[in-house]
C-alpha cells in the first residue's frame, strides 16, 4: 500500500495532488506544530500583473506554541469576501470559472472558526473536481508518537504501508535506513511543473490550482501528471 501525508494548504499547488494522485491513502498530517510563513495559510493566484498572495489571518496571541488543529481564523477581518473579490476578478473571464465556480464560492460563504478544518475541506473539493478518488485519515486520530522522520515511519507501520512518497524536502531528514529495515520502500517526489493555458501574458508556475482548474477544466488531472510519474 502506497502511503503519503501532508498538511492541508489553504489553496494547494499542483504538487500535492500529484502526491495524493500517486498514493492509495493520504494522511492528513494536522497533528503538528504550525509552521508560519508557509503555504498553510497562503498560496497565490495570477493577477493581471502578476502573481499576488492571498492569505488567510489567523489570532496570532501563542500561536508559535500551537498544533496546527488549534490554529484559529482571525475573522475580525473581512478576508473572505476580499480573497473571492479577487478570484472572481482574476478568473471569470477564464473558460472553466463557470464550471468550478460554485462550490468553491460556497465554502467563502462559511465562516470557518479553525485553518485546518477550512483547508481539508478544500483539499476534499479540489480532489472531486480534479477527478482524484481520496482516502484520507488524519494524523490526529492515528495518534502515533515521534517527530520528522520517526512519526512518519510509525505512521506506516500502523497502517500497514509497504511504501512511502516524501516531497521533495523529504531528502534533508529521511531516515531511509530505518524505513528499509522495516521493509517500507522510500520515494522522494520530483516534481516537474507543467506548462498549460494561462491569462495574463507569461506563464507563471506554482500558482494555486484553482488557476489550472479554472483554465483547463477537464483537462486538468492530465496536465497536471504530466511529464511526471504515473505509479510507484
Known sequence: MVLTAHQA????WLGLFHKIALADKF??????????KDFNN????????GPKWLTVPVLRKGYLDKKYTEIEIDNTLDWRKKHWKSIEQCYRKAPYFEKYHESLKFLY??????????NGVMLELFCRQLGIPMKLETLSKLKCEGTKSELVLNVCKKVGATKYIF?????????????????????FQDYQHPNYAQRFGKFEPYMAVIDLLF???PNSLEILLNGNVRSV
Open 9 to 12: 494548504c489553504y489553496l494547494p
Open 27 to 36: 494522511i492528513l498530517w494536522d497533528d503538528v506544530q504550525y509552521q508560519p
Open 42 to 49: 497562503r498560496n497565490k493566484i495570477k493577477f493581471p500583473d
Open 109 to 118: 460563504g462559511v465562516e470557518w472558526e479553525h485553518l485546518s478544518v477550512l
Open 167 to 187: 516531497g521533495s524536502q523529504g531528502r534533508d531528514y529521511a531516515d531511509v535506513e530505518a524505513f528499509e529495515r522495516e521493509g517500507i520502500e522510500v520515494i
Open 215 to 217: 483554465n483547463e477544466g
